[in-house]
């Protein structure tokens, strides 16, 4: 792969990356996507579901900020092929699990492979964005939704009808991957060799104070968009059955259509960025999507379809602006920052799951929806984000340099 003089951003490059990303999440939704085998074989309760939830996704979310920390200072150019390889591994030891404790072992071994997929992939995106951060990042993020989309559909299709050992198969995806993510690694590596002209530090024009309380605001609205989502991703099946008394087939379709529209409001949400600005995205898709969280839980079945993918959409349209918007907070940490957010997601929708696991084995998994149809009203903290562009802009501060 070579990086082309005459279109400064690498589209084979992005393609790439975001077509492992395809694979990477296409796995991991597969565990979310066969809970309903894993609760009957096991006789798990909605707890123990969250749980293991939670030990793919704390795994990811505490590992993903210190690989990017450690690779802003030292490029591991193939590190994507190894994460690969733990995922794999998470696979086989998932589709041969006898016990709940082996189950929670192979989904932190599935959220290893992630903590070193995302943060490095992130890095190679924007290497490969020339300039369009926004797009770059969508591409790659589209990937991991449309595989998020994907997995339910091969759990229906493959793992339900067949099940447990099924799961196996898919390590084939892995291998998959982890000979794409090599071309990469020659790219970036190429990339790490090539002599740079010397460039100004990357400075951005706010106090230090006002950039940790927009680094806070900014937490605050991924816990609002993460722990919304946890509850559509990990129990949507399970409130469909209950709700509907429709079966478990049926709602996994459901569940695809959901994850559908988060992928395309993905692409979305990066690009508009780039045209719009990256507050104005990430005001419009929290805030607004909170009139149709708080109808989701009174209408009916065909409505509530509708409702799930408008609010996909709206949600999943923040999430590349958010990543951008803090890589431009703080230039230079791209690594960090991109592993800060994408192990704050996972850490998010992980606590997330396994807190709304107790709230449905206690009050009903309906209650969970009806108290997280708020969750999106946090967006109102957005009013305090500042606009980049226009700090830049004031003050003369040079834009974030291309990394």
């Not at 982890?178 to 010397?198: F, S, T």
């Not at 950039?211 to 937490?219: F, S």
């Not at 991109?338 to 929708?349: D, Y």
Request: aromatic letters at 12%; glycine letters at 10%; proline letters at 5%.
């Amino acid at each position: 792969m070579t990086h082309s003089t005459t279109d400064p951003t690498a589209f084979r490059v992005l393609g790439a990356i975001s077509f492992s990303h395809f694979l990477n999440d296409t796995m991991q939704s597969l565990m979310v996507a066969i809970y309903p085998l894993f609760k009957a074989g096991f006789h798990l309760s909605f707890a123990q579901i969250g749980l293991i939830t939670l030990a793919f996704q704390l795994t990811a979310s505490l590992l993903q900020p210190l690989v990017g920390l450690y690779t802003d200072r030292h490029p591991k150019p193939f590190s994507l092929s190894v994460g690969m390889g733990f995922t794999l591994l998470g696979l086989l030891t998932l589709s041969m699990a006898s016990s709940f404790p082996m189950l929670l072992v192979a989904a932190a071994m599935v959220g290893t492979g992630s903590a070193v997929f995302h943060p490095e992939a992130s890095r190679v995106a924007r290497m490969a964005s020339g300039g369009q951060h926004g797009l770059a990042q969508s591409i790659f993020q589209v990937g991991g939704n449309a595989g998020a989309a994907f997995g339910p559909l091969l759990a229906a299709w493959i793992i339900l009808p067949h099940g447990q050992r099924s799961i196996a198969f898919f390590s084939l995806i892995a291998l998959v991957a982890m000979i794409v993510l090599a071309g990469v690694g020659v790219w970036y590596r190429h990339q790490n060799r090539r002599p740079r002209p010397k460039v100004a530090p990357a400075v951005l024009a706010l106090p230090r104070r006002q950039v940790m309380t927009t680094l806070g605001v900014l937490l605050a609205l991924m816990f609002s968009k993460f722990f919304y989502l946890a509850s559509i991703g990990s129990y949507l099946i399970f409130y469909l059955m209950q709700h509907y008394a429709i079966d478990a087939q049926t709602a996994q379709y459901h569940l695809f259509y959901f994850l559908f529209a988060v992928a395309a409001g993905t692409l979305l949400g990066g690009p508009l960025g780039d045209r719009i600005g990256r507050r104005a995205v990430i005001w419009i898709s929290i805030l607004g999507v909170a009139p149709f969280t708080l109808a989701l839980p009174y209408v009916g079945l065909g409505m509530s379809a509708a409702l799930t993918l408008i609010i996909g959409f709206m949600l999943a349209s923040a999430f590349p602006a958010i990543v951008v918007y803090a890589q431009e907070l703080i230039p230079g940490r791209v690594g960090m920052v991109s592993g800060l957010f994408f192990g704050l997601a996972f850490g998010l929708a992980g606590i997330g799951a396994a807190v709304l696991g107790q709230v449905a084995d206690h009050w009903g998994i309906e209650t969970v929806y009806r108290v997280c149809s708020f969750l999106p009203l946090i967006g109102l903290l957005a009013v305090f984000l500042p606009d980049l562009r226009t700090a830049r802009a004031v003050t003369g501060a040079p834009a974030p340099v291309r990394t």
